[in-house]
């Protein structure tokens, strides 16, 4: 149904601006600035567990954002870290959403699960934690923000 009233286009023309009050330019400066950085990464779900850096960012992050599943299983999860390295994540399981005091958790049981070692240079490093003998690659859609 097409806008009608001039109130109603107004501020629909507003929110195609920007979100909450922050104009297009300053959504377009944050991005081409390089404060933040999307990248698909992936991680062997039968790699040991241990410490991965993830490089290529251009910048040292202070947060993340990941999306993270394993194709074609039922299981996955999204989480957030801030700059003092917290993180927490919602994950699904069985139908049922958990949450969880780690970025990543990939599988149910085998699985794998990652929290925010560091944040560096051009990237970060997660430390994973394998259990079981789980199977497949996992996507890691990381947002990255400075």
């Known amino acids: 149904m097409p806008l009608q009233n001039p109130q109603d286009v107004a501020a629909h023309s507003a929110l195609d601006t920007g979100v909450h009050g922050v104009g297009g330019s300053t959504v377009a400066s944050l991005v081409t600035a390089g404060k933040t950085k999307p990248k698909l990464e992936t991680r062997a779900m039968s790699a040991a567990s241990g410490d991965v850096s993830y490089t290529g960012y251009g910048f040292q992050p202070t947060g993340l954002i990941i999306m993270a599943r394993v194709p074609g299983q039922a299981y996955a999860s999204i989480g957030a870290s801030e700059p003092a390295l917290g993180e927490q994540c919602l ?3 069985g139908g049922i959403i958990e949450h ?4 990543v958790h990939l599988g149910e049981t085998p699985f794998q699960q990652a929290v925010v070692k560091t944040y560096d240079a051009d990237g970060f ?6 259990s079981g003998t789980p199977d497949g690659t996992g996507d890691l859609h990381v947002f990255a923000f400075k």
Do not use: G
């Open 100 to 103: 969880e005091a780690a970025i």
């Open 125 to 130: 490093t997660l430390t994973w934690t394998k």
């Open 91 to 93: 994950r699904t399981r």
